[in-house]
């Protein structure tokens, strides 16, 4: 296998784009970087391709180490030959080569371990030839090999012994195996039953079976989870006789034979004993793990929507961590995310002290000019919305609500950082501000939350943890690094993303401008302990110091193009001046009628980073999430009571999975498209229409008010 041409196939690029990426991420460049700086190198690839091609790279190099290793190891054994050394080098998965080794790798004490010991395996190779006529016959060759002292008592014996031996070099054959997991495939089915008498969520699933091709994802990971809550017993079932009449055409030799008999029933244990387990586990697995990569790819496609929503930029929000017997916490929190006022009040039971906290909320509306109230979605929430819809029917400003998913804002306000960051806040005064600044910064308060905790996948308890955490980082670290941070203002979480910087030295950067006062340009972070050439090379251009005296330091044009850049100013007599009043306009026009890869050319620059050098100075300090869909705010509450069949709503999209995706209508109660809603034509997956976050248009189809359930339809609609 030629690795590099395996990915160029598999991604559709070319073989000197694949040798040039590679060569990028063996020099320890980060993906953000390659995707952001190194364009003319890479032929242009994004991040999300980047990243797919780095983990195939692990991976077909993983197979090639393995491919080494089982090609030492049989030759260590001397029983490497061309044919088997050629076996090896054409194989295309781990399981294929771990195939080929197995009847070569050490065995546990099988049946058949045992048989040899006692001499049994002359006798099952003789077996194995089917000859037409044995001279003398088969019964007394098998007599010769009974031998008390090593356990043979009988001829029956004997046979058992060489027909264990057969049954394991049948269970042992690479090839047989290989066909084998094919047809069972191509042609069997996952079945679950009922591992109890109690009702559950798993009850559709009690008598299940569907094909082992055709079941979908999020089917294969529910019933997993039901098989794990011991609720259900779940197999890979094929039709016996298709298995067996292929290994009886493989093994079986035409004719009459005393051998055949033995043969036949060493074909059916060694199916039922020592195939069957092993490649319907290997089966269930590979269909559990692309179930859990089609999940994470859902998952990071909802996290990358979520982290990207359009902030709300230049407003006062209100937080609002609604509750009970605790009451409902409060915190104001400046255009900034300084936190200016806090505060407890009770307009829900037990207490209901509901003009008391009209009076303070109003306050506080008053004394800071409140333009949002970001109301939490947990406990209490419904009431809470209601008593601030009507709250602003009394109140003279403009100020609006919005409830916003606390998804893991209990878990920010537990944890050390919120400790840190708040020391004399209780727990839900800090989930009160996090509400409140997710709704002005989402990426920025969002990063310091573990991913898995943020509310907008399926099935992800289930995942493998390391898969799902590495995945999520790189869908993180891609959003953090597009948008870029103020490395003035960033906390240390969302430094910590940027591409090459870590824990650490996001921690020393955060120290440095305490100790030191801002940073006054880009330059100046390579004072800050444990940041060196190559860590500021990967981190300059994503870093921002609004403040700096050269412009370019709040762009994101990269130090190493710094020249280039002026020069391209220089050229068609602009100044970092007409950069700052945003006069650029004309750059673009004036640069394409000069010719944009002659200019490259002069600038020593790819044609590409010229591109990015026109588009920063256009809009210096531009926010990418600006261009996005802005929160819905409201300023009245609609029920579920008040839905009615055929109504015309406006909602965003909250959550997008396998079969629908949930918006939030602004009754407290997201409401399911489910797939055959979403358009007039085939769907084969919800994120081929719509992304978590975008606000559509949506008709209600039905109401349950018992079951909390509202059916929507998109249909004809966007």
Known sequence: MNIFETLAKELNITLTQVEKTVELIDEG??????????????????????????????????????????????????????????????AVTITEIDDIYRPFRPHRKTRASVAKEKGLEPLALLILEQNAAYEPSLDEIADTYIDAEKG???REQAYAGACDIIAESISDNAEYRKEIRRLTFGFGLVTSKANTEEDSVYAQYYDYSEGVKKIPSHRVLAIHRG???????????????????YLYNEV???????????????????YDRLIA????????NDLFDNACEGAIALFSDNLKHLLMQSP???????GFDPGYVNGCKL?????????????????????????????????????????????????????SEIFIADLLKEVEYDTKYIVISEAGASIYSASKLAADEFPDFDVMQRSAVSIARRLQDPLAELVKIDPKSIGVGQYQHDMKPARLDEALTGVVEDCVNSVGVDVNTASHSLLSYIAGINATSAKNIVKYREENGAFKSRAEILKVPRIGAKAYEQCAGFLRVPDSKFILDNTGVHPESYEAALKLLNKFEYTQEDVKANKLSMLRVKAQKYGFS?????????????????TELEKPGRDIRDSFPAPVLRDDILGMEDLKPEMLLTGTVRNVIDFGVFVDIGVHQDGLVHISELSDKYVKHPSQVVSLGDVVKVKVLSVDLKKKRIALSMKGLN
Request: no cysteine; glycine share 4%; proline share 4%.
């Open 277 to 284: 387990p092993s490649v319907e586990r290997e089966i269930y």
């Open 152 to 154: 043979v008592e009988n």
């Open 598 to 614: 002659k200019l490259a050319e002069e600038f020593g620059i790819g044609e590409p980073t010229l591109m990015d050098i026109i």
């Open 331 to 383: 915190a104001v929190v400046d255009p900034v995310g300084k936190v200016i006022d806090t505060g407890v009040i009770y307009p829900t039971k037990p207490r209901q002290r509901i003009e008391e906290a009209k009076r303070i909320v109003k306050s506080m509306i008053r004394a800071h000019k409140v333009d949002v109230i970001a109301i939490g979605n947990g406990t209490a929430s419904k009431e």
């Open 312 to 318: 709300i930029k230049g407003k006062v929000v209100l």
């Open 252 to 270: 079986v030799v035409a004719g009459k034979s005393e051998a055949k008999q033995y043969v036949e029933n060493a074909i059916v244990d060694s």
């Open 29 to 90: 460049n980060t993906i953000p970087f390659i995707a952001r700086y190194r364009k003319e190198v890479t032929g242009s690839l994004d991040d999300e391709i980047l990243r797919k091609f780095e983990e195939r790279l692990n991976y077909l190099r993983n197979i090639e180490k393995r491919r080494e290793e089982v090609t030492e190891l049989i030759r260590a054994q001397e029983k490497l030959t061309p044919e088997i050394e050629e076996a090896i080098k054409n």
């Open 227 to 245: 098989e794990k809550e011991d609720f259900l017993k779940v197999a890979i079932t094929v039709d016996k006789d298709l298995i067996l009449n």
